[in-house]
């Protein structure tokens, strides 16, 4: 069965980064994209940003240009996502979500598949 | 970017017929995804593209979609669909980016 299991939970200072991994299984993990979310305390989804495993290829949202960085490891079948320069703001759940489109179906990208989530907590 | 807004909550009476809405630009170019997020729980997949349910899903989610607007329709809500829903889309902007819908919280009383 397809499974994206997260790194543990993290705490930081301002300033530092962070690096979740997601280690993707019951899947061919370079035929499928990941993609980031993060949520902080009662508040809404933001979707920060997307990989193709395969080609390494990224695309982020402009809040995050800058500041994350999406990287893989084919071997080990494994995503992860970078936050550098952390502030209070960032303290969130990150989530990692498989993203998939498919010809059959125009115009439709969706998330099939999501990790457990990873909390990130900013604090001095 | 684009941004999709939701109606911050709607209540429906158990058995009864709830229609979610998402409108935002991009729409009229993609189809929206649906989510449904219980508290403490990761988000899942309840309706994508045109109206495809994944496998598990009950019937009685269901989507569709005009111009600028998505929808998600829950017709005879149950209890256990009291929850948060986001739309997703992709931006018209280009570049593979996404946007998620501002969130619409769902009570069955």
């Known amino acids: 069965q397809v499974q994206l299991v997260q790194s543990g939970a993290e705490v930081k200072k301002p300033g530092a980064s962070v690096k979740v991994s997601c280690k993707a299984s019951?899947?061919?993990?370079?035929?499928?994209?990941i993609n980031w979310v993060r949520q902080a305390t009662g508040q809404g989804l933001e979707w920060m940003g997307w990989m193709n495993p395969n080609s390494g290829n990224t695309g982020y949202a402009q809040k995050f240009q800058g500041r994350v960085t999406m990287t893989r490891n084919t071997s080990i079948s494994t995503a992860y996502m970078e936050l550098s320069s952390l502030r209070s703001e960032d303290t969130a759940v990150y989530y990692c979500?498989?993203?998939?489109?498919?010809?059959?179906?125009?115009?439709?990208?969706?998330?099939?598949?999501w990790g457990q989530g990873t909390l990130v907590t900013v604090s001095s | 970017s684009s941004e999709l807004t939701q109606d911050p909550a709607v209540s429906v009476a158990l058995g009864q017929t709830v229609r979610i809405t998402c409108q935002g630009d991009?729409?009229?170019?993609?189809?929206a995804s649906w989510y449904q997020q219980k508290p403490g729980q990761a988000p899942v997949l309840v309706i994508y593209?045109?109206?495809n349910r994944p496998s598990g899903i009950p019937d009685r989610f269901s989507g569709s979609s005009s111009g600028n607007t998505a929808s998600l329709t829950i017709t005879g809500a149950q209890a256990e669909d009291e929850a948060d829903y986001y739309c997703n889309s992709r931006d018209s902007s280009g570049n593979h980016l996404k946007v998620f819908g501002t969130g619409t919280k769902v009570t069955v009383l």
């Open positions: 991009s729409l009229r170019s993609y189809y």
């Open positions: 979500a498989r993203g998939r489109w498919e010809p059959s179906l125009p115009r439709t990208y969706y998330f099939d598949y």
């Open positions: 019951g899947y061919t993990f370079t035929s499928y994209d």
């Open positions: 593209g045109k109206n």
